[in-house]
């Protein structure tokens, strides 16, 4: 049985039988990997193709049976029959046919992704070319004043950092890897689409080197601002935190970055007191000689005080779930 990408909701397991490079660089979320052709194998069944299409369908069958051979071994101990299954290669071909086939015969209720992968990402791609119907909730506010942690804390929130992995700033890349772009749309996707509301933290068009979907920038210019403070001192504490462990190397690559918007002598002082280990001083002058006084002041519509997580986060959730049953009134 082939199902379309919009009924990925239906099932509890999705295999993604693509080749460990495929899979690596972008895929379902949620999915697991269970190669029926490795990176080798699949190079080699390509190569041969292209001058013995029988040979390489007589070699490409050889290496899926010794790949599902080993899969089979842990199989039962991993996926109960009762289980319904999705499995889907690059544009639901024969990997996929042939993962399904003999799963099938074995007693396993498997059905394939019509168009493989190729059809989940234009599923995505068509959701991010219309203005999304997701309401959002945007917290802004100075750096370090936690709006990080109460949208990881909020049952509304998207951590679009998280999925970006990558703080935002110029500092943001310490300690992650990226993932690609179609991987960060995959996941901006699977965390927008069943929301009718959201919270999400003001972000710029670019998070490190990845771009924010147009209508998804769109959508938090058009949203509900909420403007979070906090006190300095608990500004800093948290900004320690966090980049308390980064090396010299990695610091000092990002302070060239920030070099022509900080006056020079407050620029050499962050240096200075971060080769000594003094970060909390070093915190201090960026936070105020730095992102305060870049930092683009806008006209919020609430303001919160916020000392307290779950306080704040109770002010947060009364907002928007005024909201949530006023959209259903």
């Not at 999705?86 to 099938?104: E, K, M, N, P, T």
């Not at 992704?113 to 802004?140: D, E, I, M, N, Q």
Request: proline share 3%; charged share 25%.
């Amino acid at each position: 049985m082939d199902i379309s990408a919009d009924c990925l909701g239906e099932f509890e397991t999705i295999i993604d039988v693509r080749s460990p490079l495929e899979f690596a660089h972008s895929h379902i979320p949620r999915a697991q990997n269970l190669f029926v052709l490795s990176d080798n194998e699949r190079h080699i069944v390509g190569e041969t193709y292209r001058r013995d299409p029988f040979g390489a369908r007589m070699l490409g069958a050889s290496f899926v049976c010794a790949n599902m051979a080993r899969h089979l071994q842990s199989f039962a101990e991993r996926f109960h029959p009762s289980q319904k299954i999705l499995a889907y290669c690059a544009r639901g071909g024969q990997r996929s046919l042939s993962f399904a086939v003999i799963l099938d015969n074995i007693g396993y209720r498997v059905a394939r992704l019509s168009g493989g992968y190729k059809s989940y990402r234009s599923h995505v791609c068509s959701f991010f070319a219309k203005p999304l119907s997701s309401r959002l909730f945007v917290l802004y506010g100075l750096t370090g004043s936690g709006k990080t942690e109460i949208v990881r804390a909020c049952k509304y929130g998207v951590d679009i950092e998280g999925i970006a992995a990558h703080r935002g700033s110029s500092f943001g890349g310490f300690g992650r890897t990226q993932p690609s772009t179609k991987m960060f749309q995959n996941e901006l996707f699977e965390a927008l689409d069943s929301k009718n509301i959201a919270l999400v933290e003001c972000e710029s068009k670019r998070i490190g080197d990845l771009i924010l979907p147009q209508s998804l920038a769109q959508a938090m210019q058009l949203g509900q601002k909420i403007e979070i403070v906090a006190p300095f001192e608990s500004r800093v504490q948290r900004i320690v935190a966090e980049y308390g462990t980064m090396d010299l190397a990695f610091f000092q690559q990002s302070m060239e970055k920030i070099k022509p918007y900080m006056q020079h002598s407050a620029w050499q002082q962050c240096k200075t007191h971060f080769a000594r280990g003094e970060i909390v001083r070093c915190v201090e002058i960026l936070l105020a000689e730095y992102y305060d006084r870049v930092y683009r002041r806008v006209a919020c519509d609430v303001r919160i005080e916020h000392r307290n997580l779950d306080a704040t986060l109770r002010q947060i959730d009364d907002i928007l779930e005024k909201s949530e049953n006023g959209d259903r009134g």
